[in-house]
C-alpha cells in the first residue's frame, strides 16, 4: 500500500505565504506525477499544479503566477509554495500521486488533505 501525507496548511492572513508538503512511502516502485488538488466549501475539488519525475511543471490557472510546485530533495517528497495568498485560495489542499507499485500500476493514490485558510 501507499500512504501521501500532507503538511503546512494552517491560517494566514492574505497576502501571507505558505508551503505545503506532501510525502509518499510505501509500495513505491515509481512515481511517474505527483499533483496538488483543492477543494473550496461547496465546491468541486480542482487541480491547482503537476510535476512529473522528469520535473516537467504545470499550472492551472488557480496556481498560476503565485504558486510553485517542486519536487523535494528527500526521494518522493513534494512541496507547493504559495505567495500573495488570497481569501478564495482557502480550501482543503490534497496530494495526488501516480504510482507504479511492485504489484504494477500506475495507481491513483490521495493524501488525506491539509486546511488552508486565508483570512484577516
Known amino acids: 500500500q501507499v500512504q501521501l501525507v500532507e503538511s503546512g496548511g494552517g491560517l494566514v492572513q492574505p497576502g501571507g505565504s505558505l508551503r505545503l508538503s506532501c510525502a509518499a512511502s510505501?509500495?513505491?516502485?515509481?512515481?511517474?506525477?505527483m499533483a496538488w488538488h483543492r477543494q473550496a466549501p461547496g465546491k468541486g475539488r480542482e487541480l491547482v499544479a503537476t510535476v512529473t519525475n522528469e520535473d516537467t511543471r504545470n499550472y492551472s490557472d488557480s496556481g498560476k503566477g503565485r504558486f510553485t510546485i517542486s519536487k523535494g530533495t528527500a526521494e518522493n517528497t513534494m512541496y507547493l509554495q504559495m505567495n500573495s495568498l488570497k481569501p478564495e485560495d482557502t480550501a482543503v489542499y490534497y496530494c495526488?500521486?501516480?504510482?507504479?507499485?511492485?504489484?504494477?500500476?500506475?495507481?491513483?493514490?490521495w493524501g488525506q488533505g491539509t486546511q488552508v485558510t486565508v483570512s484577516s
Open positions: 510505501g509500495s513505491i516502485a515509481s512515481i511517474t506525477l
Open positions: 495526488y500521486a501516480n504510482v507504479k507499485t511492485y504489484k504494477g500500476g500506475p495507481y491513483a493514490f
